[in-house]
C-alpha cells in the first residue's frame, strides 16, 4: 500500500514537471483569445517581440546606408582630389595679371574674325553668376565672321584661378581692362553681360567712356540682365517671398559643401542630356570637369555673396547716363519664377508680381542712355545666350552698325519681329 501511493506521487511529479516546461519557454507567447477551455486558439507575437525584431532590422538597414553612403563620399572625394590634380589643358590662352598686387590667371577664349566684316571692332563676353567662356560659344559663332570676340573664364571659375575679394563689379572692370591689356587689344568694344554680368559691364562701360586712353566703348547690350531696384522690390512683396530668396541665394554655400564629396559629380550626370543640348561636343568635356568642381563652386559661392553689396553701391550712386548704343534684351516667357511656388506661403499670385517687377527693372536700363532699345524675345526663358544666341548676335550687330551710322540697319531695327544681320 505504501509503495503504491510513492509511485502515484511520482507519477504526478513527473506530470506536471512535463506541463510546467512548455509554460516556462514560452513566456514571450500568449493564449489566443478564445483558447481557454476549448484549445480553439493559437499563440500569438508580443508587440514586446515584435519592437525587438524592428530595432534589428532597423539597426541592420542603417549600418547597410552609412556603410554605402560613406563609401560613395569616400570614393567622390578621392575621384575629385584626382581631377583636381589632373585637370585638362584648357582651349583657350592663359593671361596673367595683377589687380592691386594680386596675382592671377585668366583662361581667355578669342575668336578672331573670319568672314569679309569689318574686323575693327571686339566684342567682350561676359556671364551671369557662375558662368564661364563656355557659355558663349554659340553667340561667338555668330559673330565671328564680323568681330573679334573675347569671353574668359572670371577669377576663380572654370579654369581661372581666383581673384580679389570681394568680387565687386569695379573688382572685376579693372580685371578685363587688365584681360585687354595683355592680349594686346587695342581696337573699340561692345560690351555683352547677362543676368549679373550685367552689373560688370555697365561698370567697364563706365571706366571705359571716363578714360580718354582706353578703348573706345561702341555700345552696351544686356541680356536679361539684372537690375538693382528688382531684388528690395521683390523682398518687399511678402515676407514669404524674402524668405524664400534669402534661402536659395544660401543655396550655392550647400552646393560646395556636396561638392567636395563628388555630390555635385552626380547631379552633373545625371543632367548630361541637358548639358548636351546647351554645349557643344567641344566643349562639353571641359564644362563636366570643372562645373562640379570644389573650386569652381568656390568661386560662384565669392561672386554672389558681392551681389548684395554691388546692388546696394548702384542704388546708392547710380549709374550716370552712358550715351552710348544700349540693347535691352528681355524674356518673353514668364515661367522664370515658376519653381518659387514650391516654396511655403507663395501662390500664383506673388509669382505674376515677381515676374512684373522683373520686367520693370528690364524697362529701368533703358535709363542708362537715351539711345536705348529694348527687344522681348517671345517664347525664350532667361538663358537667352544658349536658347536664342541668334537674338543676341542681332543686338550686337545692331549696336555696331549703329555705331557706324546705318541707322536702318541699327538699334531702329531691333524694333521689328527680326533684326537683319549683315
Known amino acids: 500500500m505504501l509503495k503504491r501511493t510513492f509511485q502515484h506521487r511520482r507519477l504526478v511529479s513527473r506530470a506536471s514537471s512535463s506541463l510546467g516546461a512548455p509554460a516556462r519557454q514560452a513566456r514571450h507567447f500568449s493564449t489566443a483569445p478564445g483558447s481557454a477551455g476549448g484549445g480553439n486558439g493559437g499563440l500569438k ?3 514586446q517581440a515584435v519592437a525587438n525584431e524592428a530595432i534589428e532590422v532597423f539597426k541592420l538597414l542603417f549600418g547597410t546606408v552609412t556603410v554605402l553612403l560613406g563609401g560613395s563620399m569616400a570614393m567622390g572625394y578621392a575621384t575629385e582630389n584626382y581631377k583636381r590634380m589632373h585637370p585638362p589643358t584648357p582651349p583657350g590662352q592663359l593671361v596673367d595679371i595683377d589687380i592691386e598686387g594680386h596675382k592671377s590667371t585668366i583662361h581667355a577664349q578669342v575668336q578672331s574674325a573670319l568672314g569679309s566684316g569689318p574686323h575693327d571692332v571686339v566684342v567682350i563676353l561676359d556671364g551671369s553668376l557662375g558662368e564661364t567662356s563656355f557659355d558663349w560659344e554659340k553667340v561667338a559663332a555668330e559673330i565671328s565672321d564680323v ?3 573675347v569671353a574668359i573664364d572670371r577669377p576663380g571659375l572654370a579654369f581661372s584661378t581666383p581673384g580679389v575679394l570681394p568680387r565687386s563689379a569695379a573688382t572685376i572692370a579693372k580685371e578685363y581692362r587688365a ?3 595683355k592680349l594686346e587689344i587695342s581696337k573699340p568694344v561692345i ?7 550685367g552689373y560688370n559691364m555697365r561698370q567697364l562701360a563706365s571706366d571705359l ?3 580718354p586712353t582706353a578703348n573706345t566703348c561702341l555700345g552696351l547690350v544686356l541680356v536679361d540682365a539684372m537690375h538693382e531696384s528688382v531684388k528690395p522690390a521683390m523682398d518687399a512683396l511678402s515676407p514669404a517671398v524674402q524668405e524664400a530668396l534669402a534661402s536659395r541665394q544660401k543655396n550655392a554655400n550647400t552646393l560646395l559643401k556636396m561638392s567636395h564629396f563628388g555630390l555635385i559629380r ?6 548630361s542630356k541637358r548639358n548636351a543640348t546647351r554645349f557643344s561636343t567641344t566643349a562639353l568635356p571641359y564644362v563636366d570637369y570643372f562645373t562640379p568642381t570644389p573650386v569652381h563652386r568656390r568661386g560662384v559661392v565669392k561672386e554672389n555673396e558681392a551681389i548684395g553689396d554691388i546692388e546696394a553701391s548702384l542704388l546708392a550712386s547710380p549709374t550716370p547716363s552712358l550715351g552710348i548704343p544700349l540693347v535691352v534684351l528681355s524674356h518673353g516667357d514668364h515661367t522664370m519664377f515658376k519653381s518659387m511656388l514650391m516654396e511655403p506661403g507663395i501662390d500664383e499670385s506673388i509669382v505674376e508680381h515677381m515676374e512684373a517687377e522683373w520686367s520693370r527693372g528690364q524697362t529701368e536700363l533703358l535709363k542708362l542712355s537715351p539711345r536705348s532699345v529694348q527687344r522681348v524675345i517671345p517664347a525664350v526663358g ?5 536658347e536664342k544666341p541668334e537674338e543676341v548676335a542681332a543686338a550686337i550687330l545692331a549696336v555696331l552698325n549703329e555705331s557706324q551710322g546705318h541707322k536702318t540697319s541699327g538699334l531702329a531695327s ?3 519681329q527680326e533684326c537683319p544681320i549683315k
Open 209 to 211: 567712356l571716363d578714360d
Open 414 to 416: 531691333l524694333k521689328t
Open 179 to 181: 584681360v585687354l591689356d
Open 45 to 47: 507575437i508580443s508587440r
Open 147 to 149: 568681330a573679334t570676340v
Open 191 to 197: 560690351l555683352v553681360g547677362h543676368g549679373t554680368g
Open 382 to 386: 532667361h538663358d537667352i545666350p544658349h
Open 266 to 271: 552626380l547631379v552633373h550626370f545625371l543632367q
